[in-house]
């Protein structure tokens, strides 16, 4: 390692096993990430733990976490210069949540707007892991003293809650843990639904709402054909008046790097058909590596899984350190291996 590496920043963030990425994931975030290994050595990790707060089909959850990391290698992640794997394999991850969970208010869990959400939707199923998902996160993150963790902005009230902790348990036992902040890349456009483009592209809508980084060609094609625009037939940018247009101008424009005046210009007297096809042309020239690159990975199967066992290996190590030392301070007895 450089001598300079104490200076550098550390990253982390978590990644559900949903088995879907969308080009909002991709163009907002995940693009982006391949620049951050090579200022720190980040580490991401595959939440198949916070998976289990929603009833899962274990066959399809095996499946969808290798998916997710293989998705992660073919997106131009380099497992050398970050640590990839499974929350499931680190049990730090685990072990902390317990420990923080005592430094936790039920106040404080109560106000969480993505708890309140997720009971709402699965009534039959508010288990208590849905009600400390939370504090499991914050274990995540604090495990690792981590410096910035890249989420979107669904997230940012977890943080502030990891924040919290953090900074309470420091003020009881001196500097334990780092307090981390959020990071949000400088670049990236907020991508919209194509079929409400009122409405942030999510994978949680109907699937024709959404580009997902997987999606073949012709789907994204017709997917996007059905894109929502307006009736007034000219192309320039205005989110307010011309939400489904606008939209599709900046996805152009978050890949190809043509901004939205030059568009604007070459499309006058065009139609949105014009439009539409380029966008699809331009996303398919985006993912289409990504998806070789993707199927090549995932038939490599022992490759997944060396990469994986290295990751949490890794992981390990960084986790052991942070959990003795709040071993330590909270008076667990002391113990050799
Ligand atoms: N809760 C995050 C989400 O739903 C996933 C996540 C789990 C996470 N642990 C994390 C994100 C730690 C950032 C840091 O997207």
Known sequence: MQANNEAKKRIFSGIQPS?????????GALRSWVQLQEEAEPLYC???????TVRQDPAALRRRCTDTLALLLALGLDPKKNILYCQSHVSGHSELSWLLGCFTYMGELSRMTQFKDKAQRHADNINAGLFTYPVLMAADILL????????????????????????????????????????????????MSITDPTRKMSKSDEEASYIAILDEPEVIRRKLKRAVTDSEAAVYFDPEKKPGVSNLMSILYALTGENLEAIANRFQGKGYGDLKTEVADACVAALSPVQAEYKRIQADKAYLEQVMADGAQRASRL???????????????????
């Open 144 to 191: 690792y003293q981590t410096d910035l963790v890249p989420i979107g902005a669904d997230q940012k009230q977890h943080l502030e809650l990891t924040r919290d902790i953090a900074i309470r348990f420091n003020n009881l036992y001196g500097d334990v843990f780092t307090v981390p902040e959020a990071y949000i890349p400088k670049v990236g456009a907020r991508i």
């Open 19 to 27: 088995g879907i990425l969308t080009l909002g994931n991709y163009i």
């Open 46 to 52: 595959v939440v198949d733990l916070h998976a289990l």
């Open 319 to 337: 986790a052991f350190k942070t959990l003795s030392k709040v071993h330590k301070k909270l008076g667990l007895a002391p113990y050799k291996l």
